[in-house]
């Protein structure tokens, strides 16, 4: 990736600097890969660094194609988010991502093809990808690439792409709105880790506080692997006894589960997804009370865009566990029929019993998946 000119009109007259021996000093061994287009304001001067002999996925990317200038740090970070979500996913799965938080994202499933797989994932929220950048678990075809250039999209991220799709992505003449987009191929996503248990060493997470100090953490992992771990709902109170889940999720629900809890990693908390046939409905996040981001998901389908698709028999996620079950019965009486949520309120059971009442099925999920970037 060859380094971008900056333009010190419009940067600050610091610069960013050379900070690879201050991380050397802390025991992080990094190279500068190059200056970046500005951090996340234009204001801000920004660089770009990756650990010393391992480029990694998003590390080791090739630029395939060149804006009118080079990346940003917003564009990395959601780079990088969205990579997180399709991590899980062998099968084609496309995720649109925009300010570090999707704004839509699918996987297919049967009958499903990597153009519909992207027009699901940007239709969730078409306004809110509008300047989105937008990755892909497979390579990109033509057909794909041609969908994409109908609209403004800041990046296109994928292990691959067809050299078709590639001619596509260059035809700044049939596709002036998007003569300016940046074609990026990154490395094998099987390399990033995604399981409690996998080897997280140069993995970690750094945390710069307002004062310059540091917060260095494990990656946010989970111990979800597959569908046999989504158990139903369990909990014991003095009241009420010891209460179980006892709506039983379809196959089809127990997928939808599984997909929505993989893309909830991603989301800004408190942050839940509603999804449905593999793909998400409409994503609620960013709130400071979890019935909030409930209600916020609902809104955006009942309301952005009414009409395009109903939340009867969908699934939902939830980072965190429901302090009361409020937030379980805004989404019930919108439709959601299966849940998957931490436990570890003091009224889980009080919450599983109105699961009960309501036909929905809960699973408590194994652990909390706040993520605070």
Not at 207 to 216: I, N, P, R
């Amino acid at each position: 990736m060859a380094a971008p000119k900056l333009s010190r009109s419009t940067y600050v007259s610091r610069n960013v600097g050379d900070y690879a021996t201050t991380l050397q000093m802390l025991g992080l061994d990094y190279e500068k890969v190059e200056d970046l287009r500005y951090g996340t304001n234009p204001h801000q001067t920004a660089a770009f660094y990756r650990p010393v002999g391992a480029p990694g996925v998003i590390g080791g990317m090739t630029i395939l194609k060149t804006g009118k200038s080079g990346l940003s740090q917003t564009n990395l970070e959601d780079i990088s988010y969205a990579l997180n979500i399709l991590k899980f996913f062998r099968e084609p799965a496309c995720a649109c991502m925009k300010h570090v938080n999707p704004s839509g994202a699918a996987v297919a499933i049967p009958g499903d093809t990597v153009l519909s797989v992207y027009k699901k994932a940007r239709d969730c929220d078409p306004r809110a990808a509008f300047g989105s950048v937008v990755a892909f678990s497979v390579k990109v075809d033509a057909a794909t690439a041609r969908e994409i250039m109908g609209t403004f999209v800041e990046c296109v991220v994928a292990p691959d792409f067809d050299a078709d799709a590639l001619a596509v992505f260059n035809d700044a003449t049939t596709y002036a709105l998007n003569k300016s987009i940046r074609i990026i191929r990154c490395g094998d996503l099987a390399a990033l880790p995604k399981f409690v248990g996998d080897p997280v060493e140069g993995y970690r997470t750094i945390k710069v506080l307002a004062d310059g100090s540091l917060v260095v953490a494990d990656p946010l992992l989970t111990q979800v692997r597959s569908c046999d771990d989504l158990k139903p709902a369990e909990a014991e109170s003095k009241e009420l006894g010891r209460v179980r889940s006892t709506v039983a999720a379809t196959p089809a629900q127990k997928r939808d589960l599984l997909i929505a809890w993989y893309m909830n990693i991603s989301v800004r908390s408190n942050g839940v997804i509603l999804l449905k046939n593999g793909s998400s409905l409409a994503v609620g996040t960013g709130e400071q009370d979890r019935v909030g981001a409930v209600e916020k998901a609902v809104w955006k389908v009942e309301h952005k865009y009414a009409g395009t698709e109903t939340i009867d028999g969908a699934a939902m996620a939830s980072d965190g566990f429901f302090p009361f079950y409020d937030g379980l019965e805004v989404a019930a009486q919108a439709g959601v029929r299966a849940v998957i949520a931490p436990a570890g309120s003091l009224k889980d059971a009080e919450v599983i019993v109105r699961a009960n009442e309501l036909g929905v099925a809960f699973c408590h999920a194994p652990e909390r998946v706040f993520s605070h970037h």
